[in-house]
């Protein structure tokens, strides 16, 4: 079958300047950090080969720059996405409020083929630090509201549950790549809109 | 057989300048597309096949611009570069959304397609580097007709593999082998085998030309004229070797080659001169402190930089905070002047009050990006090293003030990369405030809201590389890499990133000098990619791997080796006997319209065009708007209401 192919999942890595993205990248890939990161121009990506329900697949995993005007140029490295990482800085509220934006950018940007069903996984990072200032709670609701995105609390500083994010990251990545795979690669045309529709209704309603 | 082919269809064609329709179907659906075209994903419309100066092309048209077009080709919807300029990070706002994006035709040249696959209603095109390209489908029947009328023309062929697949015929290809049939050259006509002598013959004519440029160069450039300084190489857009890879492609790099000599005197490689020393310095100083002959000193840094020693002293002029034809008298009290102007505009933020920040989200905004990002610059360097570094907060001032000095463009990531050397040399902080304001003058427009300067940027890289290393663009082009997008850290922060920290102070200072043209820092990017071009074609890079290759060469390059490449391909490209307008432009140039044929608009021109069409939108705006209160007015006068 086309899905015993190997397989490449692209992982984009979202979030504002500063709330760890590079960081977490690089704790997850190469196990280290560093307080020497500098800011990242333009995008780059690391690779790592990880096994995912007894199969061993490619993460290629992007990482991009935070401050927002750099995203115009985010459509060339979006494409293709399998799974989107939104990070915010749990000691900083205002990263947590533009997820929001983050998310919907995303979704303009890559035009994934099914956004309402499209996997994103959030994480909250920087738990290591003392003045935290986003309460689970609040983040896990949010998470809740749009159609249940996983959420993690992670410190890319100290390793806390970074392999466990990207393991949800990779199963759910791989999730849609088969889907992609099944259904011809190519999106689902809109010959006929009913499958979405109930879906569409909902989310006017909220 | 194949040369047949050519001559049957191409034989009325000679003459025909205008495009020739071969096939349309209506109700065609674009399921999948190349990203500079995801505005038209599920779009309808029509596909055509055409013929345009015996070109075959397949262009899908959404059904808005048939009914407007007619026939007619929009000509400003074949370049997917265009889209670069239409990518906003927001969407429009409500005041524009008159203006709503007009869908674009896609067309593609159906050279660059390898093989169709055909699957019920779809038809999937892929280009020679198996990339899937294009999903178009046949909503109301399917590509049979299609393929139909390609087989007929003879461009494509089905493939012995799968009954469902066809294989696109490369009629460049063929009639590369029709016009050296007619050469009566042997080789190339029976060619499976690689054409070794033909090769030694075009270096034969390679060194020929080379003689012939040589001649003249050294006539032109009489004072960089040292004998035996210059060292010849082959750059790596001469031919390789190794014939053993398959026949499609040798031929192909025949023609490119023959395109470069056409086009590019061969490669001059100079050495580069020793720095600026203190001795020659003191020759240029007057004894009332200016500086004699400030183009000569340029010309010297641009060819060997400056001693360390001096350097402090040099940036001051060439980022203008000393101006070269002042006295000492004069120096010091503008000194003077612009230290008490920066530390009035310090004042303004030092003594801002918690309130007044708190209501001013402008500032609050760029504020907290500066202190993310000092805390991130060039940590790895002692002069910033270690917890509560004084020069972590001076460059955090600096950035501040500037700010103050310049609030539009305020704080952008990147110049953190920008200020850092310039504070570590100059080590006072009014003085490095006003390098970096001379350092910004010249790269304001990286930093500007809607990436326009940086797009443009990347255009104009573009434009160079297809002029100066054709082979490289084509790959690039097939790869779908042409955006350049893999150089936006270069250009963004002048590869910055890209070379050690005292690399970098060697390369400033030698593109501060604008020497020999203000956008020479492209030609760096240039030279990189040229000593790269080897590397990527013959691994096959794509879009992906391209860019993981170029940030993994960071710190790798050899920087003294990349200026002389640089320089040489400059020479090369101003050199050149078929120098085109839009190339002119980007050296420092005057255009001289002398290739009229020349098909690409300039960016400034494309920017004049947009402009021209916004003017004549608003203008329908305002017009619509007078008559409506004409009308009413009129209205009121008959008391209608």
């Given amino acids: ?206 | 057989m194949n040369s047949s082919w050519i001559e049957e269809t191409h034989g009325d064609a000679l003459e025909l300048d205008a495009d020739e329709e071969i096939f349309n179907q209506f109700d065609v659906i674009l399921t999948r597309v190349p990203a500079s075209h995801i505005n038209e994903i599920n779009e309808v419309g029509v596909i055509f096949i055409f013929k345009k100066q015996q070109s075959y092309f397949i262009e899908w048209k959404p059904n808005e611009n048939v009914e407007i077009a007619g026939a007619e080709i929009a000509e400003d919807a074949i370049d997917e570069w265009s889209i670069i300029n239409q990518i906003t990070f927001k969407p429009a706002a409500d005041s524009i959304s008159i203006l709503s994006p007009k869908l674009k035709n896609l067309r593609i040249p159906l050279p660059d397609i390898q093989q169709l696959k055909v699957q019920g209603p779809e038809l999937k095109l892929y280009n020679r580097n198996d990339q899937h390209l294009v999903t178009y489908n046949f909503k109301r029947s399917t590509p049979a007709s299609f393929i139909r009328v390609l087989q007929n023309f003879r461009l494509l062929k089905p493939s012995v593999h799968d009954r469902n697949c066809y294989l696109i015929k490369d009629p460049e290809f063929e009639k590369l082998q029709r016009s050296f049939a007619e050469l009566n050259i042997e080789e190339i006509k029976t060619a499976k085998s690689p054409p070794r002598p033909f090769y030694a013959h075009g270096y034969e004519l390679l060194s020929q030309i080379g003689k012939n440029v040589l001649g003249n160069r050294n006539d032109r450039i009489s004072h960089q004229n040292r004998p035996g300084a210059y060292r010849f190489e082959m750059g790596s857009d001469t031919l390789s070797s190794n014939d053993t890879s398959p026949e499609m492609d040798n031929k192909t790099e025949v023609v490119d080659n023959n395109v470069i000599e056409e086009r590019l005197p061969l490669r001059q490689i100079k050495k580069r001169d020793s720095p600026l020393s203190l001795k020659q310095w003191r020759e240029f100083k007057t004894e009332d402190g200016r500086v004699s002959d400030p183009e000569r000193i340029k010309e010297i840094i641009f060819r060997g930089g400056g001693e360390p020693s001096l350097r402090a002293e040099l940036w001051k002029y060439l980022l203008n905070y000393d101006m070269w034809e002042h006295s000492k008298i004069e120096r010091d009290e503008r000194r003077k002047d612009l230290e008490e102007e920066y530390y009035r505009m310090k004042l303004q933020w030092t003594t801002m009050s918690k309130n007044q920040e708190k209501n001013h989200s402008g500032y609050r905004d760029r504020k907290c990006q500066i202190e993310k990002d000092v805390k991130r610059t060039d940590r790895n360097l002692d002069f910033y090293n270690g917890d509560d570094n004084p020069n972590i907060e001076r460059l955090q001032a600096i950035l501040l003030t500037y700010v103050m000095y310049n609030f539009d463009i305020g704080y952008v990531q990147g110049m953190s990369d920008l200020l850092s050397p310039i504070l570590y040399l100059i080590d006072d902080e009014a003085a490095s405030f006003w390098c970096f304001v001379g350092f910004m003058e010249k790269v304001f427009r990286n930093f500007d809201e809607d990436q326009a300067g940086m797009k443009n940027q990347l255009s104009k890289l573009r434009t160079l590389m297809e002029f100066a290393n054709p082979k490289l663009f084509k790959y690039l082009k097939t790869h779908d890499s042409d955006n350049m997008y893999f150089c936006f850290r270069w250009l963004l922060v002048w590869f910055k990133r890209e070379f050690s920290h005292d690399d970098i102070l060697k390369l400033w200072e030698v593109l501060w000098t604008s020497m020999p043209c203000m956008n020479f820092h492209m030609f760096i990017g240039l030279a990189i990619l040229d000593s790269e071009m080897k590397t990527i074609i013959e691994n096959e890079y794509g879009f992906t791997e391209i860019l993981k290759h170029v940030n993994d060469l960071s710190e790798k390059m050899n920087l003294q080796h990349i200026l002389e490449v640089a320089e040489a391909i400059y020479y090369q490209v101003i050199n050149s006997s078929k120098l085109v307008d839009r190339v002119r432009i980007i050296v420092g140039l005057d255009p001289i319209n002398t290739y009229g044929d020349d098909p690409y608009n300039s960016d400034d021109e494309e920017e004049a065009q947009i402009k021209r069409e916004q003017e004549m939108k608003l203008k329908v705006e305002i017009d619509h708007s007078r008559f409506v209160e004409e009308t009413c007015d009129n209205a009121l006068d008959q008391n209608y209401f």
């Avoid at chain 1, 709330?19 to 990242?40: C, P």
């Avoid at chain 1, 956004?115 to 809740?144: M, T, Y």
């Avoid at chain 1, 806390?160 to 795979?181: C, G, H, P, S, W």
Wanted: proline residues 4%.
């Fill in chain 1, 1 to 206: 079958m086309a899905t015993r192919k190997k397989v490449l999942l692209k992982v984009i890595i979202l979030g504002d300047s500063s709330v760890g993205k590079t960081s977490l990248m690089n704790q997850y890939v190469n196990k280290r950090f560093s307080n020497q990161y500098k800011a990242t121009i333009g995008a780059d990506f690391l690779t790592k080969e990880v096994v995912v329900d007894d199969r061993v697949v490619t993460m290629q995993i992007w990482d991009t720059a935070g401050q927002e005007r750099f995203q115009s140029l985010g459509v060339a490295f979006y494409r293709g996405a399998d799974c989107c990482v939104l990070v915010f800085d749990t000691t900083a509220p205002n990263t947590f409020k533009n997820l929001d934006s983050w998310r919907d950018e995303f979704l303009i940007q890559a035009s994934p083929r099914n956004p309402e069903h499209f996997p994103f996984v959030v994480l909250g990072n920087k738990i290591d630090l003392e003045n935290r200032a986003v309460s689970s709670k609040r983040a896990q609701q949010w998470c809740q509201s749009k159609n249940d995105i996983p959420y993690f609390e992670t410190s890319a500083k100290e390793g806390i549950n970074v392999d466990l994010a990207f393991q949800t990251i990779a199963k759910n990545a791989l999730a849609q790549e088969t889907e992609d795979m099944e259904t011809g690669g190519f999106p689902n045309i809109t010959l006929n809109p009913e499958p979405n529709t109930r879906q569409n209704q909902n989310d006017c309603s909220c």
